[in-house]
């Protein structure tokens, strides 16, 4: 397989307050590259984001903006490329509307929600949540809520997915966005 993971946090409840994101590049079913920063939001920060991922005001005051991060990624988001997230409702907003706040226009990509993978291909867990989907397929998540860890746990998910169920189980979960 070759896919995109991305994860996205915020500064706050607002979509478009993005403060840190990374990518997992995978081809031929194979982590080759990655990507993170940490993201100016221009905006301010609530303590139960805080609280969540440990990224305060102060670690981002000289970080660049959305645009910036933008021109380096906006490359891997194209129709013919899958993007996948680990409840893609959320990180697809987040790109979506952070790229509308700037007056960037959004682009049209390929996806994939690796819990509704995971809810089909394994059944019977507590819940669905990223670390719990690891701790059942055995995957490490050293530091959950921190962007590229989270990233690389959601493509070792659909890496194991497609290895243990091919990838005529995994097509029908693929959905363009934008």
């Given at each position: 397989m070759n896919f995109i993971a991305m994860d996205f946090e915020t500064?706050?409840?607002?979509?478009?307050?993005?403060c840190s994101l990374a990518l997992t590049i995978v081809r031929n079913s194979k982590i080759v590259d990655e990507f993170y920063s940490l993201i100016n939001p221009q905006t301010?920060?609530?303590w139960r984001n805080i609280q969540i991922h440990g990224i305060h005001e102060e670690d981002v005051a000289d970080a660049p903006t959305?645009?910036?991060v933008w021109q380096h990624i906006k490359?891997?988001?194209?129709?013919?490329?899958?993007?996948?997230?680990?409840?893609?409702?959320?990180?697809?907003?987040v790109l979506k509307r952070t790229l509308e706040h700037y007056e960037i226009e959004p682009p049209v990509y390929q996806t994939l929600d690796t819990v509704?993978?995971?809810?089909?291909?394994?059944?019977?867990?507590s819940n669905y949540k990223l670390n719990t989907v690891c701790d059942a397929l055995q995957i490490d998540l050293h530091h959950h809520h921190n962007a590229l860890d989270d990233a690389q746990a959601c493509a070792n998910i659909l890496i194991y997915q497609d290895t243990q169920f091919g990838s005529q189980q995994i097509k029908p979960f693929i959905k363009m966005f934008g």
């Amino acid at each position: 397989m070759n896919f995109i993971a991305m994860d996205f946090e915020t500064a706050n409840g607002k979509r478009f307050s993005a403060c840190s994101l990374a990518l997992t590049i995978v081809r031929n079913s194979k982590i080759v590259d990655e990507f993170y920063s940490l993201i100016n939001p221009q905006t301010d920060f609530n303590w139960r984001n805080i609280q969540i991922h440990g990224i305060h005001e102060e670690d981002v005051a000289d970080a660049p903006t959305f645009p910036k991060v933008w021109q380096h990624i906006k490359s891997f988001y194209t129709p013919d490329q899958l993007v996948i997230a680990h409840n893609n409702s959320f990180d697809n907003s987040v790109l979506k509307r952070t790229l509308e706040h700037y007056e960037i226009e959004p682009p049209v990509y390929q996806t994939l929600d690796t819990v509704k993978t995971s809810r089909k291909l394994i059944p019977g867990l507590s819940n669905y949540k990223l670390n719990t989907v690891c701790d059942a397929l055995q995957i490490d998540l050293h530091h959950h809520h921190n962007a590229l860890d989270d990233a690389q746990a959601c493509a070792n998910i659909l890496i194991y997915q497609d290895t243990q169920f091919g990838s005529q189980q995994i097509k029908p979960f693929i959905k363009m966005f934008g």
